[in-house]
């Protein structure tokens, strides 16, 4: 009799220890269901973009863009490609086109140069590399990528990136190559708006600058992909914002800010008040949550971007994607340029809320 307890308490016993083994294997939060095998989500900055201040052919411009964009990301996914490559030359399609603020397009700083940022994080490895205030690399996220997989180090700012970004055979542009009317015009009109302003604008918590600045840094741009491997990528890029004052830098490359990545929860792009978002750790707080609160990619990004960045006085958003592939484009401002394409190839592009 003694000896029957004794097996039956053994059966239960291992079956509890297989059913454990199982759950620390799978990190994955248990209400989100396979979706994609692969899958691919970009943005093209957040703010106050209305339908009423954006004419046919604008609009038209933006959409084809970010179709463009995000087609390149995905034939690389479907042919088996990584998710880092999917990333990079996704982004490297929206730093070429002069709409958005990256690249190409990046806004001024107070001081009429452009400025640089940009990062990216290998959701498998957790390696990352970004790049500050550059001024002569065309593709920033080309030089972040490089940092991360040609030196020992994570970020690298200013001269010496753009040094490093030369001696590795990237492509060198003089800084005159990102004058586009469009943002000398922005900065010019931010500028002029401070000198008839009275309050004192050399702090940047004045009223002035709370009211205004938000409205003068659309299109800073990101991706986050998940390849067929399982492995989840996420970049970003931008000019940061319109007059920054000398060496400012922006929550675009600093990794759990604006960028992150991790095959155990999701991968996301941030896009929106960097000073808010640094101080808000966004990026990372959306995979914490799903990490150590069993949030799904949803929840965590709702919690994230209403609740904790606008308590503390920012706004933005991000877009993500969990290892599942459940996509998420998450703002609470009047709107952010977006795209996000499935395995099946369905495309859903969108810029206002919905
Ligand atoms: N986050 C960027 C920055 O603060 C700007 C943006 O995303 O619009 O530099």
Redesign the pocket.
């Known amino acids: 009799m003694a000896n029957s307890f004794r097996l039956i308490f053994l059966i239960l016993f291992c079956f509890n220890c297989g059913e454990q083994v199982q759950k620390q294997q799978d990190n994955t939060p248990v209400s989100e269901a396979k979706q994609n095998s692969f899958a691919i989500i970009i943005h093209g900055?957040?703010?106050t973009i209305l339908k009423e201040n954006m004419t046919p052919e604008l609009e038209k411009a933006y959409k084809s863009k970010l179709e463009e964009a995000i087609r390149v990301g995905h034939s690389i996914l479907k042919q088996g490609g990584s998710s880092l490559d999917a990333v990079q030359k996704t982004i490297n399609v929206l730093e070429d086109s002069p709409l958005f603020?990256a690249g190409k397009g990046a806004v001024f700083t107070n001081t009429e140069t452009n400025e640089l940022?940009a990062s990216i994080m290998d959701g498998k490895t957790l390696n990352a590399g970004a790049s500050a205030g550059t001024t002569t690399v065309k593709n920033p996220i080309d030089l972040a990528r490089l940092i991360m997989e040609q030196s020992p180090h994570v970020m690298m700012s200013g001269e010496g990136a753009d040094r490093f970004a030369k001696e590795h055979g990237l492509d060198i542009v003089d800084p005159s190559y990102f004058y586009t009317e469009r943002r000398y015009n922005a900065l010019k009109r931010i500028q002029e708006k401070e000198t008839n302003s009275t309050i004192d604008t050399t702090s940047v918590s004045v009223n002035f600058y709370d009211s205004d600045i938000k409205n003068f840094?659309?299109?800073?741009v990101g991706c986050a992909a998940l390849d067929t491997h399982g492995n989840l990528a996420a970049g970003t890029s931008?000019g940061?914002?319109t007059n920054?004052r000398y060496g400012r830098?922006?929550?675009?490359p600093i990794i759990g800010a604006?960028t992150y990545a991790n095959n155990n929860s999701c991968a996301v792009s941030?896009?929106?008040?960097?000073?808010y978002?640094i101080r808000a750790m966004v990026a990372y707080d959306i995979s914490a949550l799903m990490q150590y609160k069993s949030l799904t990619l949803k929840e965590a990004a709702q919690e994230v971007i209403q609740n904790k960045v606008p308590e503390l006085g920012g706004d933005?958003g991000i877009i993500a994607i969990d290892n599942n592939g459940n996509m998420v484009a998450e703002f609470n401002t009047a709107g952010m340029y977006r795209a996000q394409m499935n395995a099946e190839g369905d495309l859903k592009i969108g810029i206002y809320k919905d």
Not at 249 to 252: E, F, K, Q, R, Y
């Open positions: 900055g957040a703010g603020n940022d840094k659309f299109g800073t931008t940061g914002m920054k830098i922006g929550d675009s604006g941030s896009t929106g008040w960097g000073e978002f933005g």
